[in-house]
């Protein structure tokens, strides 16, 4: 081990800060980009297509579409079989999990290597297979797994460790979405909860590095396209209206997320729960193909405005059953995409009866408003949520107006149903 900061010069010590701060940004791009090719390669070879090459232009909605109902059903059974003996295997043998939040929290913020590799992985192959949660965790985990260790190892302060835990799980969001200031402030909002300039430098350092390295693998990928829209005050005012209405869903869905988490088995419940789990939505998917998968397909057509209201409507109420169901039979993954997803959906649903009373503002407007909206509220990150949501889609600088008033009001309703609650 290096010696403590202590016994050295100060210049030569922020020196091997800085290095370490340069070597998470890179460990977190290549672990982002493995991830993530990991995740195609699984994709294309569990539903047959693009298997000329790992990152091509058919989307995976079209993949899962174009395959047969056997083999969608098939591919959600292995996804039961792998989630259910997984983790089951995992939480029995391997050593005790721990989260983001707890390693920055923690005097030794490392993470066990087995279980946190493993538990990223299985995070991966399962969403790849066509598990409805998302796949944002695992390299979020990867990063801030790099980064504890090699932050140890340089010998740097307690408190050094911690923040670059934080940075190397920012990274590795930044990497996997390619949302280099999106996985900056997501560590400075929602891991260490400051915008101090100790922490503000190695969060934004981290996070560009770790998406220009994943590039090189990636390429300049967008998340999606967002047309053109023309922002009136129709949508403005929606905006308003609906905002609170965001804000009240996002709290429904926390609520029953946050109660199938505390109530999944870890014992030898969970791989009957997991299979039983996913031989269900795999019925589903048969009839369904948007089902599969995190949701990024679906999302994408309510930006177009592609989906009919009640196709939009049956979906949303699909997805979030799946989705708790998921969490509750024992299997694992973040609700960011899932969320986002959410929120487009509600918002075409909400747009359509808005539209009726006051026409002008196009649905797949509303569809960006609502995931911003939603995705603030559910996971408690309006900043985050705001950035995110104009990396993912580049929307016009006119659609920020409307999109701050729907954050504002979806944040504020939260909060009071949560007074309320308490």
């Given amino acids: 081990m290096a010696p403590s900061d202590a016994s050295i010069h100060p210049a030569y010590f922020q020196i091997r800060r800085a290095a370490v701060i340069v070597s998470i940004g890179v460990g977190a791009g290549i672990g982002g980009a493995f991830v993530a090719l990991l995740l195609h390669a699984v994709q294309h070879i569990a539903y047959g297509y693009s298997l000329d090459r790992l990152v091509g232009t058919e989307s995976f909605l079209t993949g899962v579409t174009a395959a047969t109902p056997g083999r969608r059903f098939a591919a959600l059974l292995v996804c039961g079989l792998v989630a259910g003996c997984g983790w089951g295997a995992l939480y029995r043998w391997g050593k005790p999990l721990v989260s983001i939040r707890k390693a920055v929290g923690a005097a030794d913020p490392r993470m066990p290597v087995s279980s946190t590799i493993i538990h990223a992985l299985l995070q991966i192959v399962t969403v790849a297979l066509g598990s409805p949660l998302g796949r944002e965790v695992a390299p979020r985990e990867i990063g801030a797994l790099w980064s504890g260790w090699i932050a140890h190892r340089a010998g740097l302060p307690s408190a050094d460790q911690r923040v670059l835990v934080a940075c190397g799980a920012g990274a590795g969001l930044a990497a996997v979405y390619n949302v280099p200031l999106g996985g900056a402030v997501f560590v400075l909002e929602v891991l260490l909860c400051t915008f101090a300039f100790s922490t503000l430098v190695p969060a934004l350092a981290t996070s560009a590095i770790a998406a220009f390295v994943a590039q090189f693998w990636l390429g300049n990928e967008h998340q999606y396209t967002v047309p053109h829209y023309v922002v009136d005050q129709t949508l403005l005012v929606g905006a308003i209206v609906c905002g609170p209405l965001f804000g009240a869903a996002a709290w429904v869905f926390v609520a029953l997320t946050s109660?199938?988490?505390?109530?999944?088995?870890?014992?030898?419940?969970?791989?009957?729960?997991?299979?039983?789990?996913?031989?269900?939505?795999?019925?589903?998917?048969?009839?369904?193909?948007?089902?599969?998968?995190?949701?990024?397909?679906?999302?994408?057509?309510?930006?177009?405005?592609?989906?009919?209201l009640g196709l939009a409507a049956l979906l949303l109420v699909l997805k979030v059953a799946i989705e708790v169901s998921t969490l509750r039979s024992g299997a694992e993954g973040g609700l960011l995409t899932p969320g986002l997803t959410n929120g487009a959906l509600l918002a075409l649903v909400l747009g359509g009866l808005w539209r009726l009373h006051f026409p002008g503002a196009p649905l797949g407007a509303f569809a960006v408003v609502g995931a911003g909206a939603f995705l603030a509220a559910s996971m408690q990150m309006p900043i985050t949520a705001i950035v995110l949501l104009l990396e993912f889609t580049h929307f016009d600088h006119d659609m920020v107006m409307p999109v701050l008033f729907a954050v504002v009001g979806s944040i504020s309703a939260f909060k009071v149903l949560g007074y309320l609650k308490s």
Avoid at 272 to 284: H, K, P
């Fill in 259 to 308: 109660r199938a988490r505390a109530h999944a088995p870890k014992d030898l419940r969970l791989p009957m729960y997991a299979l039983i789990n996913f031989v269900v939505i795999g019925a589903l998917v048969i009839g369904f193909p948007a089902l599969a998968g995190n949701g990024r397909g679906p999302a994408g057509l309510a930006f177009d405005g592609a989906l009919p």
